[in-house]
């Protein structure tokens, strides 16, 4: 019966060695060569006495098979599972128990098997595309796995990482319509993907008081991202507590009418976040002036009222330093709308971060980790929230020389620590072998597209602890939406391909704009003329008809913040709405 067996089957185990084994492929075989097709990537099951094990094949060869064997050629196979039980209660299980034997018969998997490991295993399951080895069976994602450990999407440029993002994003909010997210878009090029169950936010319509940055965060903004002049930095981290106890102080004597307090006495540190008034602080730093005589020390005081000037009247700061000399503690507003508390039918918030000035986009992103992670922490996680990091390595590089060392420890907080606290990591980068280790290494499920590079393949090999991590070598060829995906999230580790996304959920980018401009555009003066007076408006305080905001732009008024236009600078101007540039931009 055995032979029988053996001769109608794929092959035979001729070796095992740990989770590894080897298969030698049968040369009398009653399969079509179509059938028989037993390629690197495929599936096989492995008939044992008590189960069977299910395992992918990562190498194939021929070489040094003498004619008289009864094996046309043999393949390395990765165990990565077992299949318990028979029938309708056959279950799937991650890991093997009972090791194959010598002589155990391979067959390619069938579909039935297939089904079986990929059948969702609860009811929080996402369907996110079908498997490269059978288009006929769709794969599943564990929300709760993925999200409650982390999780990261990496790839080139071009493979499809954006759309991928929008629809593991979309499929999250079907899945948990009220779980809040927040997403970082740094090309601002998800704005129109989520419909109406997204807010979105830019430098229009943010508003962020400057009190509410820490003291590193806010000696990044004054400093325009270089390191602080230590003397300035010693006179800031005397007045900013004082400024904070005298803006308390007037408060709390104008609300039950107490003696005034000292306001040194009040307690507040430099990165306590409570509100203090721009006026004050200057006040406070011109009196210390006033007191001294030497000249050369003055100059300091001065440098520092000047800079802190500056950097306030600037318009493009006005979301850090609108109504800086008025007061008011708007924490919980500033809280209730970046994080959608409550939702209000919008769930997520996106913010694009393209309109930011570049020197304070790291400290921006720092403040907006930060307050995340320690909201969570606050409020004992009550109210869960997936924080998304477009562009991940940008704030939290391996380099500690590069970037902002705020911003990466808040993200490196949120990787360690967030998931106890209701607070959950999802990472998008091209670049992960730029990217933090320590951070990567906490996302438990993995979206792998395709990477070129090979320090980027190297760091994905360490990151994947899977058997199965010998599918990484198929990493620089995946064709565009295939995706490897491992880790906690899925059945076990796959190759799959992201289903197609409906056309109103594809981000929107530079991709969008072709390369060949059309003979037609007809670029005259008029039309350059029109880019620059929008590239000015963009530093100035005036409106400028020829922005995209200035038509939709109420007057001054509270409901202005939110209902401010998107800025989406990758589309250049709105071509419905500028008749002049619509051929140029087609």
Request: charged share 20%.
């Given at each position: 019966?055995t032979?029988?067996?053996a001769?109608a089957?794929?092959?035979?185990i001729i070796?095992?060695?740990?989770s590894?084994?080897?298969?030698?492929?049968?040369?009398?075989?009653p399969m079509t060569?179509?059938e028989?097709?037993?390629?690197?990537?495929?599936?096989v099951?492995?008939r044992?006495?008590?189960?069977?094990i299910?395992?992918?094949?990562?190498e194939?060869?021929?070489?040094n098979?003498?004619?008289s064997?009864?094996?046309i050629?043999s393949?390395?196979?990765?165990l990565?599972?077992?299949?318990?039980?028979?029938?309708?209660k056959?279950?799937?299980?991650r890991?093997?128990?009972?090791y194959?034997?010598?002589?155990?018969?391979?067959?390619?998997?069938s579909?039935?098997d297939?089904?079986t490991v990929?059948?969702?295993s609860?009811?929080?399951?996402?369907?996110?595309?079908?498997?490269?080895?059978?288009?006929?069976?769709?794969?599943?994602?564990?929300?709760?796995?993925?999200?409650?450990?982390?999780f990261?999407?990496?790839?080139?440029?071009g493979?499809?990482?954006?759309t991928?993002?929008?629809?593991?994003?979309?499929e999250i909010?079907?899945?948990?319509p009220h779980l809040?997210?927040?997403?970082?878009?740094?090309?601002?090029?998800?704005?129109?993907?989520?419909?109406?169950?997204?807010?979105?936010?830019?430098?229009?319509?943010?508003k962020?008081?400057f009190?509410?940055?820490?003291?590193?965060e806010?000696?990044?903004v004054?400093f325009a991202?270089?390191?602080?002049?230590p003397?300035?930095?010693?006179?800031l981290?005397?007045?900013?507590p004082?400024?904070?106890?005298?803006?308390?102080?007037?408060?709390?004597?104008?609300?039950i009418?107490?003696k005034?307090?000292?306001?040194?006495?009040?307690?507040y540190?430099?990165?306590?976040?409570v509100?203090?008034?721009?006026?004050?602080l200057?006040?406070?730093i011109d009196e210390r002036?006033?007191?001294?005589?030497?000249?050369?020390?003055?100059?300091?005081?001065?440098?520092?009222?000047?800079?802190?000037?500056?950097?306030?009247?600037?318009?493009?700061y006005?979301?850090m330093?609108d109504?800086?000399?008025?007061?008011?503690d708007?924490?919980?507003?500033?809280i209730?709308?970046?994080?959608r508390?409550?939702?209000?039918?919008?769930p997520?918030?996106?913010?694009?971060?393209?309109?930011?000035?570049?020197?304070?986009?790291d400290?921006?992103?720092?403040?907006?980790?930060?307050?995340?992670?320690?909201?969570?922490l606050?409020?004992?996680?009550?109210?869960?929230?997936?924080?998304?990091?477009e562009e991940a390595?940008?704030?939290?590089?391996?380099d500690?020389?590069?970037?902002f060392?705020?911003t990466r420890k808040?993200?490196?907080r949120?990787?360690?620590?967030g998931?106890k606290?209701?607070?959950?990591?999802?990472?998008v980068?091209?670049r992960?072998?730029?990217?933090?280790?320590?951070?990567?290494?906490?996302?438990?499920?993995?979206?792998?597209?395709r990477?070129?590079?090979?320090?980027?393949q190297?760091?994905l090999r360490?990151?994947?602890s899977?058997?199965?991590?010998?599918l990484?070598?198929?990493?620089?060829s995946?064709?565009t939406?295939?995706?490897?995906?491992?880790?906690?999230?899925?059945a076990?580790p796959?190759?799959?391909?992201?289903?197609?996304v409906p056309?109103?959920?594809?981000?929107r980018?530079e991709a969008?704009?072709?390369?060949?401009?059309?003979?037609?555009?007809?670029?005259d003066?008029?039309?350059?003329?029109?880019?620059?007076?929008?590239?000015?408006?963009?530093?100035?305080?005036?409106e400028v008809?020829?922005?995209p905001?200035f038509?939709?732009?109420?007057?001054?008024?509270?409901?202005?913040?939110?209902?401010a236009?998107?800025?989406?600078?990758?589309?250049?101007?709105?071509?419905?709405?500028?008749?002049?540039?619509?051929?140029?931009?087609?």
């Open positions: 019966m032979s029988l067996n001769a089957s794929f092959g035979r070796s095992v060695r740990g590894l084994a080897r298969v030698g492929l049968l040369a009398v075989n060569p179509a028989m097709r037993g390629t690197v990537g495929r599936f099951s492995i044992c006495a008590s189960s069977t299910i395992a992918m094949i990562t194939v060869s021929a070489e098979m003498h004619a064997d009864m094996y050629a393949a390395s196979v990765d990565l599972g077992e299949i318990m039980g028979h029938g309708d056959a279950k799937f299980q890991g093997v128990t009972n194959p034997t010598i002589d155990d018969i391979v067959d390619l998997i579909n039935h297939l089904r990929y059948a969702p609860g009811s929080e399951q996402i369907n996110v595309g079908t498997l490269q080895q059978d288009k006929s069976v769709a794969a599943y994602v564990d929300v709760e796995e993925m999200l409650s450990k982390h990261a999407v990496l790839g080139s440029t493979v499809g990482k954006s991928g993002v929008s629809l593991l994003l979309n909010l079907k899945s948990r809040r997210i927040f997403l970082l878009d740094v090309h601002n090029e998800y704005g129109r993907c989520f419909g109406d169950k997204s807010l979105v936010l830019n430098p229009r319509n943010l962020l008081p009190w509410l940055f820490n003291f590193e806010i000696v990044d004054l991202g270089r390191p602080g002049v003397e300035e930095l010693e006179i981290s005397e007045v900013i004082i400024a904070k106890g005298v803006y308390t102080q007037y408060q709390n004597a104008d609300r009418g107490l005034r307090i000292d306001p040194k006495t009040i307690g540190t430099v990165d306590t976040p509100p203090y008034r721009l006026v004050d200057i006040s406070l002036m006033g007191k001294l005589e030497n000249r050369s020390s003055r100059i300091q005081y001065h440098k520092l009222i000047s800079r802190i000037e500056a950097v306030k009247n600037d318009p493009r006005a979301f330093f109504n800086a000399n008025v007061g008011g708007t924490m919980a507003e500033v209730s709308h970046l994080f508390l409550p939702a209000n039918g919008k997520m918030t996106i913010m694009q971060l393209a309109g930011f000035p570049a020197e304070v986009v400290s921006v992103v720092s403040v907006l980790c930060r307050m995340a992670f320690d909201f969570g606050w409020s004992d996680g009550a109210s869960p929230l997936l924080f998304v990091c390595h940008r704030y939290a590089s391996a500690r020389n590069i970037g060392g705020p808040a993200v490196s949120i990787a360690k620590e998931r606290y209701g607070v959950y990591l999802g990472l980068t091209q992960p072998a730029e990217l933090d280790a320590t951070i990567i290494s906490q996302c438990n499920t993995l979206f792998a597209m990477l070129a590079n090979e320090r980027d190297a760091l360490s990151a994947v899977d058997a199965a991590a010998n990484l070598s198929f990493v620089p995946l064709g939406r295939e995706v490897l995906a491992f880790g906690e999230g899925v076990l796959t190759r799959l391909r992201f289903k197609e056309p109103h959920q594809l981000p980018s969008t704009i072709a390369t060949v401009p059309s003979v037609a555009a007809g670029h003066m008029q039309f350059v003329s029109a880019v620059l007076e929008r590239w000015r408006g963009a530093t100035s305080h005036r008809p020829n922005d905001g038509i939709e732009r109420p007057l001054a008024t509270p409901s202005r913040s939110v209902e236009p998107m800025l989406q600078p990758s589309l250049g101007l709105d071509p419905d709405r500028f008749s002049l540039l619509k051929k140029p931009l087609r």
